[in-house]
Nanobody
Framework: QVHLVESVGGLVHAGGSLRLSCAAS????????MGWFRQTPGKEREVVSA????????FYADSVKGRFTISRDNAKNTVYLQMNSLKAEDTAVYYC???????????????????WGQGTQVTVSS
């Protein structure tokens, strides 16, 4: 079965950087869309970024555009999220997700993702 294992997050100062990774096992993901989401207490899980298979087109939420970069290494079945210029409001639990190939809706809709990583805490100290 599909398992997504995320790297450990961490505590960083505002303005710092952190790189998250998500390794997939049990299924080839080179042709599927992968996304990063985040969630804070009392709020719904929201999209941060996504990357398609094939050409690897990327998408970013307005709140992180210009600061975060998503990438994937298909040979390693791994997707990354490079987070730069971190802000206190970036504090959240971050989840990687694997989008269902049967879903034809928006890349930003969490309901379209069928597998999730365990979540990792990222805390940004202001």
């Amino acid at each position: 079965q599909v398992h997504l294992v995320e790297s450990v997050g961490g505590l960083v100062h505002a303005g710092g950087s952190l790189r998250l990774s998500c390794a997939a096992s049990g299924r080839t993901f080179s042709s599927v869309i992968m996304g990063w989401f985040r969630q804070t207490p009392g709020k719904e899980r929201e999209v941060v970024s996504a990357v398609t298979g094939g050409a690897g087109r990327t998408f970013y939420a307005d709140s992180v555009k210009g600061r975060f970069t998503i990438s994937r290494d298909n040979a390693k079945n791994t997707v990354y999220l490079q987070m730069n210029s971190l802000k206190a409001e970036d504090t959240a639990v971050y989840y990687c997700g694997l989008r269902s190939p049967l879903y034809s809706g928006s890349l930003y809709v969490k309901e379209g993702y069928e597998h999730w990583g365990q979540g990792t805490q990222v805390t940004v100290s202001s």
